[in-house]
């Protein structure tokens, strides 16, 4: 059986959590196959992939969850490949006995195009040999070791959710109180100027006033021509 997991693990450094992933597949005689690392704006992220010795493989699954603050994620799966095997094993031996009849059809052989015609058969038998014992091969070392790929996620900070504005209560008799201190206000502004005014302007008003009264009096007494 091929056995597989994959493992996130919130942690709260991810430089801290990949040397010890490292050291913990020391411990148990495992490989590392892949690492990698990547940002996340402020953030630090990683995976490793790690080559188990099968009957290691829960035992280390329990000390990678004993490095998480939180275990997020966790699937294991399994693939029983006996039956490949058994069929690997079975093309194998057809082939092998395929193979030493030709070997004996190369001894028969009496001209040279017979023996390079049977050689040629051979080395394609002999190929397909090969190809099947490299699937055996592959087999038996991944059921001898399980994949665990373990993906590490620092803490986050809680985001503060952003309070909503709400419309203050109406409140007319504040308003008529806020409108009448205005309008106060306006009023003495106005009053203000108009002293102003009356101080800075009087002293030339009156003489003028005086000057346009004297002129039209003057008009008034002068005789109309004929």
Same mark, same amino acid.
């Given at each position: 059986? *091929?056995?597989?997991?994959?493992?996130?693990?919130? *942690?709260?450094? $991810?430089?801290?959590?990949?040397?010890?992933? $490292?050291? !913990?597949?020391?411990?148990?005689?495992?490989?590392?196959?892949?690492?990698?690392?990547?940002?996340?704006?402020?953030?630090?992220?990683?995976?490793?992939?790690?080559?188990?010795?099968?009957?290691?493989?829960? @035992?280390?699954?329990?000390?990678?969850?004993?490095?998480?603050?939180?275990? !997020?994620?966790?699937?294991?799966?399994?693939?029983?490949? &006996?039956?490949?095997?058994?069929?690997? +094993?079975?093309?194998?031996?057809?082939?092998?006995? &395929?193979?030493?009849?030709?070997?004996?059809?190369?001894?028969?052989?009496? $001209?040279? @195009?017979?023996?390079?015609?049977?050689?040629?058969?051979?080395?394609?038998? +002999?190929?397909?040999?090969? +190809?099947?014992?490299?699937?055996?091969?592959?087999?038996?070392?991944?059921?001898?070791?399980?994949?665990?790929?373990?993906?590490?996620?620092?803490?986050?900070?809680?985001? &503060?959710? $952003?309070?909503?504005?709400?419309?203050?209560?109406?409140?007319?008799?504040?308003?008529?109180? +806020?409108?009448?201190?205005?309008?106060?206000?306006?009023?003495?502004?106005?009053?203000?100027?108009?002293?102003?005014?009356?101080?800075?302007?009087?002293?030339? !008003?009156?003489?003028?006033?005086? *000057?346009?009264?004297?002129? *039209?009096?003057?008009?008034?007494? @002068?005789?109309?021509?004929?």
């Amino acid at each position: 059986i *091929i056995k597989n997991a994959e493992i996130t693990l919130q *942690i709260q450094d $991810t430089a801290v959590a990949l040397d010890q992933v $490292t050291a !913990l597949a020391t411990d148990y005689n495992s490989y590392i196959i892949s690492s990698r690392t990547w940002s996340d704006g402020p953030h630090r992220l990683a995976s490793v992939t790690l080559g188990v010795p099968a009957d290691q493989f829960e @035992q280390v699954l329990r000390r990678l969850r004993g490095l998480a603050v939180k275990v !997020l994620h966790e699937q294991i799966s399994g693939e029983d490949v &006996t039956d490949q095997y058994v069929d690997l +094993e079975s093309r194998l031996r057809n082939l092998e006995a &395929t193979q030493a009849r030709i070997r004996g059809f190369l001894e028969q052989a009496v $001209t040279v @195009q017979e023996a390079l015609e049977v050689n040629r058969q051979l080395s394609e038998i +002999e190929g397909q040999i090969e +190809e099947v014992k490299g699937k055996m091969n592959y087999l038996k070392e991944r059921a001898a070791y399980s994949t665990i790929t373990v993906y590490l996620e620092p803490e986050r900070p809680t985001p &503060t959710p $952003t309070p909503t504005p709400t419309l203050p209560a109406w409140q007319p008799v504040e308003t008529f109180h +806020e409108a009448s201190n205005a309008l106060l206000v306006i009023l003495r502004f106005l009053g203000d100027l108009a002293i102003w005014l009356a101080v800075i302007l009087l002293p030339f !008003l009156v003489p003028l006033v005086a *000057i346009i009264w004297l002129v *039209i009096r003057l008009n008034k007494r @002068q005789p109309k021509r004929q």
